[in-house]
């Protein structure tokens, strides 16, 4: 089934889904009148490529991110340092669902690659579950580790065939991305489908 993505800023590139391909990228009316049987999905703000967060190892095996349900116990923001090492020798069983976790924080920040080799199991299968693509370290990293790293670093521009992987951002403009930053993630699509939406 096609879909068509379109942001409310960025009409003229507008993405049209074929499964996990991207079957065309151009003007929306261009798009729409070409292939009216397409859903349609509308956004606010622009549609981008997506981002590459180069820090996965940290993020997903160095962290642990709590269940909603353990708030009580550890609050809800992600676990770092020997902490977090504790919490994973005292369970190794918290590693397969913290990872999972991180991965959705990853997701609603509008990543769709990631970098930086994973070593553990339970983070690979997180990545490769939700279909991240696994792209190359930067010899010189963004800052200090985060789900928003600075500078943003966004994947090149999509192309027709290529792999229907991009992320949407409810801001007017780029530089309103880099002001404010991927939180302002409404939507994240991976193989054509979509993973993350922003309530």
């Not at 095996?61 to 909603?68: A, F, K, N, Q, R």
């Not at 340092?81 to 913290?98: C, K, L, N, T, V």
């Not at 994973?118 to 985060?146: C, I, T, W």
């Not at 500078?151 to 801001?171: C, I, K, Y």
């Amino acid at each position: 089934m096609l879909t068509l993505h379109v942001a409310e800023a960025t009409p003229g590139t507008a993405v049209l889904v074929d499964g996990a391909l991207v079957a065309a990228v151009g003007p929306y009316e261009e798009l729409a009148a070409a292939h009216p049987e397409a859903r349609v999905r509308e956004w606010p703000g622009i549609l981008t490529p997506g981002l590459l967060n180069p820090f996965a190892p940290e993020l997903l095996e160095g962290m642990y991110h709590p269940d909603p349900r353990e708030a009580a116990g550890f609050g809800t923001e992600p676990i770092t340092g020997e902490r977090a090492q504790r919490i994973f020798r005292a369970d190794p069983s918290r590693r397969g669902a913290s990872a999972r976790r991180g991965v959705q924080r990853l997701l609603a920040h509008g990543t769709v690659a990631v970098a930086g080799e994973l070593r553990a199991r339970a983070a690979v299968d997180a990545v490769r579950r939700v279909g991240l693509a696994v792209g190359r370290r930067p010899e010189r990293l963004p800052g200090p580790p985060s789900f928003s790293p600075e500078p943003l670093v966004l994947l090149p521009r999509l192309v027709a065939g290529g792999p229907a992987r991009f992320a949407v951002f409810d801001v007017p403009d780029r530089a309103a991305l880099v002001r404010l930053g991927p939180s302002t993630c409404v939507a994240t699509v991976l193989g054509g489908r979509l993973v993350h939406r922003a309530r």
